[in-house]
């Protein structure tokens, strides 16, 4: 939707507060950019969501995640499913990517 609005970059407040002079910067060359407040997701992750998806950014599968978290692989699809929900994507990939570039993970 922003890129179909003609925006090259898509900016968090998280980010913005850190590098405001480059995006002001940008913005004077005429670049367009959309701010996204962390809050505008559905409803934030939990914690268990969260060490779910830092799980997966290292490689870890939803069975292993069961058998480290003692909970069941089918508990651990539910809070997947729940994450992509919230981050409003649809994969394994842009869970994680969405996630890091709101550092919820590393």
Do not use: W
């Not at 978290?69 to 649809?90: A, P, W, Y």
């Amino acid at each position: 939707m922003a890129h179909e609005a003609g925006a090259s970059a898509i900016v968090t407040s998280e980010i913005f507060q850190a590098k405001l002079k480059t995006i002001l910067q940008q913005v004077a060359s005429g670049q367009a950019l959309f701010l996204i407040e962390h809050q505008s997701f559905n409803q934030k992750l939990s914690n268990i969501e969260i060490c779910i998806l830092q799980m997966i950014a290292n490689d870890y599968t939803n069975k292993q995640i069961s058998e480290q978290l003692g909970i069941s692989k089918r508990t651990v699809e539910r809070h997947l499913s729940s994450c992509f929900e919230k981050l409003e994507v649809s994969s394994r990939a842009g869970a994680i990517a969405v996630a890091m570039r709101l550092k919820l993970i590393e």
